[in-house]
T-cell receptor, first 112, second 116 residues
Framework: GEDVEQSLFLSVREGDSSVINCTYT??????LYWYKQEPGAGLQLLTY?????DMKQDQRLTVLLNKKDKHLSLRIADTQTGDSAIYFC????????????FGTGTRLKVLA | NAGVMQNPRHLVRRRGQEARLRCSPM?????VYWYRQLPEEGLKFMVY????????ESGMPKERFSAEFPKEGPSILRIQQVVRGDSAAYFC??????????????FGQGTRLTVV
């Protein structure tokens, strides 16, 4: 079935780069997304990538997509304490574009 | 534009009571989606509604859960006779068109339901 997997925790030092990884199973997904959830807040769409792209860069964020391995990663350059949050990977399910399949989320902790 | 507004932010209910969660979509959005986030899990799709219509409720539990999106007013997710397993964060999202859910959906802050 459709599933999205992420590691649960990541800890980095301020100023370093963070790389959050995600694997998915639905090879026919059209869009893949990264959402950020700060404590007590809703989900904020950070970025998304079309399945026919390999890379997308947006300021400090770089998304890499390896379709062969069904692997998605989010790199945050110059990580700041304000980047501490839970990062969710999600894909659009084949059964309907509104049915996102979310991973369990990766909790990023940035150490000062 | 105030964004997607959900209330209450936190809701505590005793087992057997009813929980009513409200979601006001962004202005101009007529498509509403509800998701549930159980502890230590990702969000799971529950239901998709347009004004006065349920389009897809394939993610809703078969019993005790219902949703509506009336012509006027917010969308309501209703849970009857709550049990401890219903404790979760319930998120609402809205989009202007179904086709734009991919890139133009906005999520609310969620309602955290605790059943004691």
């Amino acid at each position: 079935g459709e599933d999205v997997e992420q590691s649960l925790f990541l800890s980095v030092r301020e100023g370093d780069s963070s790389v959050i990884n995600c694997t998915y199973t639905d090879s026919s997904s059209t869009y893949l997304y990264w959402y950020k959830q700060e404590p007590g807040a809703g989900l904020q769409l950070l970025t998304y990538i079309f399945s026919n792209m390999d890379m997308k860069q947006d300021q400090r964020l770089t998304v890499l997509l390896n379709k062969k391995d069904k692997h998605l990663s989010l790199r945050i350059a110059d990580t700041q304490t304000g980047d501490s949050a839970i990062y969710f990977c999600a894909e659009s399910a084949t059964s309907g574009t509104y049915k996102y399949i979310f991973g369990t989320g990766t909790r990023l902790k940035v150490l000062a | 534009n105030a964004g997607v507004m959900q209330n209450p932010r936190h809701l505590v209910r005793r087992r057997g009571q009813e929980a009513r969660l409200r979601c006001s979509p962004m202005k101009g959005h007529s498509h509403v989606y509800w998701y549930r986030q159980l502890p230590e899990e990702g969000l799971k799709f529950m239901v998709y509604l347009q004004k006065e219509n349920i389009i897809d409720e394939s993610g809703m539990p078969k019993e005790r859960f219902s949703a509506e999106f009336p012509k006027e007013g917010p969308s309501i997710l209703r849970i009857q006779q709550v049990v401890r397993g219903d404790s979760a964060a319930y998120f609402c999202a809205s989009s202007p068109f179904a086709e734009r859910m991919n890139t133009e959906a906005f999520f609310g802050q969620g309602t955290r339901l605790t059943v004691v």
